[in-house]
């Protein structure tokens, strides 16, 4: 990371964000290893150069000639063929989501409901921006629960289009029957397990909470910005936003407060990061009261390991050494509560009249990051079991590709060599979206 005038490498680190600093820490750590990367960003990651000049006699290997038209034509072909399946992948779940939207909106008619009209985001006056909670759904679902007596579990299983024949609660996940090495990952039953089911917590006791806790002062300074994201949840179905007179009458409801922190030096009613404080109040609270999962070990790699790595490609590939890295889009939310128990993710705004419930794994949650993990390090087996398929690849660049992690970023650090760059592309973002859907490459935050 080039250092600007005005910014020197100690300011570069406090800068960087938790999930990229061990990389600042790397590239201020071993600059000349990352000079080439510079010149990375000016290659398109789907063209293979002509690096017959470029032997790799300085290593102590032969020099390579690469056929670059196959390469490039076969390359290409494995670009079509990812983009192909995504977009099946696609169109499967939006005809899945329909159909469930399908049989929601019946369910609603039988006790003579219409379906919510759409309704803005958000309103701009006097160029002020104000975020809209959609209060049409809110309306029709509470409405809904009133007339028909059923429960939290239930009416989340409707609208998820959970059923007998398809118990996903995000029609996004699958369980992968024809990719190579899965069979052997150490976390397949509990992946699978999270598809069909979603996140199925072990608790203690929880004692019958009163009222709901007060939130805490920071969230009514960025209500706003509070607004706008669970108004981003509530369009995806990620957060369920009933009436608040609605929680006398809903079993098994745990509410915690709302809080935010900012973001950098911006005002809070600017721009701030939510915070659903699950460890309030203390001693009885959500995390308090969440049994650990011993069976899920995390193990990001960090620093030492993402620098041994840069390190090893330096020496084996002088002057060849690439990295880039790769974000997954929503990471946690990616990952559903079982509607069994979505009810103890839950939080009140009084000033709004509103009831929140988290249909995801929450930030903040003692076991989110175990439960991410089980599909985090599913897409870095299935990507270590990769390796480049051009016929021509040098021999050096025919080994499988070498997986990283940290927390939702997955770092690829590869020598410049043939089309292996070029497939370590592919081969992430299939890895990616094979796991986590269709939709999971964060593209605004992929480096190459």
Known sequence: MPSSPSTGPLDQLKLASPSTRPLVQIMLACPSTFEPLSRLKSTSPFTIENRSSQGLSSGGLPAQTADTSTASRDVQSLQHRFEKTTVARQRLEKLQLKFAATEFNKALRTHNLSPPKPMDNFTINSGVTTYLIDRNKQSVFSEYIRRSGCQLPEFVRLLRGESVSDSRPNKALHVPTDVSGLEKYRYRSQWDSIVKNGVIPAWKSFKSQVTPPPNHGSARRALNIIIKQLRAGQNSNRYLILDINLLP???????????????????????????????????????????????????????????????????????????????????????????????????????????????????????????????????????????????????????NFDAKIWCDDHIAIEPDIGSRLSEAQIALRTAMTTILGPDACNNKKFTS
């Open 249 to 399: 009458a809903l079993h098994g409801i745990t509410c915690s407060p709302f809080g935010a922190v900012q973001k950098c030096d911006v005002d809070l009613s600017i721009d701030a990061r939510i915070i659903h404080d699950l460890s309030f109040p203390q001693g009885d609270s959500v995390n308090d009261n969440t049994l650990a999962d011993h069976e899920v070990e995390v193990c990001y790699d960090g620093p030492d390991a993402l620098a041994r790595r840069c390190l090893k490609v330096a020496k084996d590939f002088p002057g060849l050494q690439r990295m880039m890295t790769r974000d997954v889009n929503g990471a946690f939310r990616n990952i559903p509560v079982s509607s069994d128990h979505v009810g103890r993710f839950a939080g009140t705004i009084p000033e709004l009249g509103i009831l929140v419930i988290d249909l995801c794994c929450p930030f903040g949650w003692k076991n989110s990051p175990s439960s991410y993990w089980v599909a985090g390090a599913a897409i870095g087996h299935i990507y270590e079991n990769m390796a480049p398929k051009w016929s021509l690849q040098p021999d050096e660049g025919k080994r």
